[in-house]
């Protein structure tokens, strides 16, 4: 148990990602309180959980942003730890969000650096390091999730910080987990792009591909990851293409519609 005077929450959100759920929520084992929202998973997501904890919901997706914030507001406690089920919460992390909480915490919201596993190694270039994501240690009375479909942000009323120590996460386990996610992923983020208004050009089928691999591969060094960085610059590039096909695919509908 957390033996800081100011208790957290840890709050996970999961779907049908059971080889990943046991060490997951192990490593949340020194929290105040552990939540999981499931999704209505197939497998034994939801059944795994439970060997954790008795607070296992199950919420619809309609996106990551909105489910995260029904996610958080499950939380009984004012400070929140936001958890992935491909992210471990380290021993180091856990010691530094409590002295963080026990010198009395300087920020409202605070990033956490990730340390990305592919292909059986640290990735350490390609722009996975340091990785973050929206603050993952939060007062739930000043931060909240813009409810985007994927890659959400966050709207702070209050100040950010930034923890030292690291949480692993392990997004893929093989080159299929990766394709399998990005086929969700990708018809997500185009569904978003088609909400916000985004216009379909042909030319992002070849330019923003292209440069998606520079970037990673090149400017980001990712040809100093070997290998592991060559493919993942690779499936970046791909995911890229197959996101514009489907803004085009979702935007022509419409004019299909009326023929």
């Given at each position: 148990?957390?033996?800081?005077?100011?208790?957290?929450?840890?709050?996970?959100?999961?779907?049908?990602?059971?080889?990943?759920?046991?060490?997951?929520?192990?490593?949340?084992?020194?929290?105040?309180?552990?939540?999981?929202v499931d999704s209505h998973s197939t497998d034994m997501t939801a059944e795994i959980s439970r060997e954790f904890t008795d607070q296992v919901y199950q919420n619809?997706?309609?996106?990551?942003?909105?489910?995260?914030?029904?996610?958080?507001?499950?939380?009984?406690?004012?400070?929140?730890?936001?958890?992935?089920?491909?992210?471990?919460?380290?021993?180091?992390?856990?010691?530094?969000?409590?002295?963080?909480?026990?010198?009395?915490?300087?920020?409202?919201?605070?990033?956490?650096?990730?340390?990305?596993?592919?292909?059986?190694?640290?990735?350490?270039?390609?722009?996975?390091?340091?990785?973050?994501?929206?603050?993952?240690?939060?007062?739930?009375?000043?931060?909240?999730?813009?409810?985007?479909?994927?890659?959400?942000?966050?709207?702070?009323?209050?100040?950010?910080?930034?923890?030292?120590?690291?949480?692993?996460?392990?997004?893929?386990?093989?080159?299929?987990?990766?394709?399998?996610?990005?086929?969700?992923?990708?018809?997500?983020?185009?569904?978003?792009?088609v909400k916000q208004n985004k216009p379909f050009h042909w030319h992002q089928l070849v330019t923003h591909p292209v440069f998606t691999f520079f970037k990673m591969?090149?400017?980001?060094?990712?040809?100093?990851?070997?290998?592991?960085?060559?493919?993942?610059?690779?499936?970046?590039?791909?995911?890229?293409?197959?996101?514009?096909?489907?803004?085009?695919?979702?935007?022509?509908?419409?004019?299909?519609?009326?023929?």
């Amino acid at each position: 148990m957390n033996e800081s005077s100011i208790k957290v929450s840890a709050v996970v959100i999961a779907y049908n990602d059971e080889p990943n759920m046991r060490a997951c929520l192990e490593s949340l084992s020194w929290a105040d309180e552990l939540i999981v929202v499931d999704s209505h998973s197939t497998d034994m997501t939801a059944e795994i959980s439970r060997e954790f904890t008795d607070q296992v919901y199950q919420n619809d997706f309609v996106g990551f942003g909105k489910l995260r914030n029904e996610a958080t507001a499950y939380a009984t406690h004012d400070w929140v730890f936001s958890l992935d089920t491909d992210e471990r919460a380290t021993p180091e992390i856990r010691d530094e969000i409590r002295r963080t909480l026990e010198q009395g915490p300087k920020a409202d919201a605070y990033f956490v650096p990730r340390r990305n596993y592919f292909l059986g190694r640290w990735i350490r270039r390609s722009g996975w390091y340091p990785d973050y994501r929206q603050p993952q240690l939060f007062h739930t009375g000043r931060m909240r999730y813009r409810e985007d479909l994927v890659h959400e942000t966050y709207i702070l009323d209050g100040t950010i910080g930034y923890l030292r120590e690291h949480v692993d996460q392990y997004p893929f386990r093989n080159i299929d987990q990766y394709l399998m996610k990005m086929d969700r992923y990708s018809s997500l983020r185009a569904m978003e792009m088609v909400k916000q208004n985004k216009p379909f050009h042909w030319h992002q089928l070849v330019t923003h591909p292209v440069f998606t691999f520079f970037k990673m591969f090149i400017l980001r060094k990712g040809f100093l990851d070997r290998k592991p960085g060559l493919i993942l610059a690779g499936l970046y590039a791909y995911y890229t293409f197959v996101k514009y096909a489907k803004l085009w695919e979702i935007a022509r509908k419409p004019l299909e519609s009326t023929d």
